[in-house]
């Protein structure tokens, strides 16, 4: 083989192992499982190195649950449920929504005389119980400490506002 048919077939080469390893990341990416790899090619043969994230990514997600939600009452943080507030307020009528601030009047009492323990009692029971009368559609997150917040949506006056 002369010189310039090589390089043509090293050029045609490389094109074809960057085209190999854009599908692949493409084709990796919608695999049930997350793979990664790092191809090499010479003028003969494919070499792939894969290699199982999984639990990597799962890791990251159980981060991201974290950092958004409150590990207590389960309930979105104050910064998922603003992030979230701003979505539904992007899309619905300002005058079909109202937001609910609950305050548990003289908590520190609770901590200070029964224990923290007891009040983190108080805080989750409190989460169960708000989670199970707020509809589908509102949204319901801790605020912090004993505060809470809930958006009620599809809200036609304040009367029906206050039914909840």
């Known amino acids: 083989m002369d010189r310039r048919r090589v390089q043509e077939r090293l050029a045609r080469l490389e094109r ?3 085209e190999l390893w854009r599908q692949a990341a493409h084709d990796l990416r919608l695999s049930p499982r997350l793979l990664m790899a790092w191809p090499v090619v010479s003028l003969s043969t494919v ?7 999984t639990a990597r990514r ?10 958004t939600h409150d ?3 389960q309930l979105p943080n104050r910064f998922r449920f603003i992030d ?11 005058s079909t929504i109202a937001l609910l601030f609950v305050d548990l009047d003289n908590f520190k ?3 200070d005389s029964l224990g923290h323990a007891v009040g983190d009692q108080v805080v989750s029971s409190i989460g169960d119980r708000l989670r199970s009368v707020v509809r589908d559609n509102d949204l319901l997150g801790r605020f912090g400490g004993d505060e809470f917040i809930v958006m009620l949506s599809d809200v ?4 029906a506002a206050s039914e909840v």
């Open 109 to 111: 009492v609770i901590n």
């Open 156 to 159: 036609d006056s304040p009367a």
């Open 47 to 53: 070499v792939a190195h894969f290699e199982d994230i």
């Open 58 to 67: 799962q890791a990251a997600e159980r981060l991201e649950w974290s950092a």
């Open 16 to 18: 074809d192992r960057a």
């Open 71 to 73: 590990e207590l009452t």
């Open 84 to 94: 979230q507030l701003a979505d539904v307020l992007v899309t619905s009528e300002p």
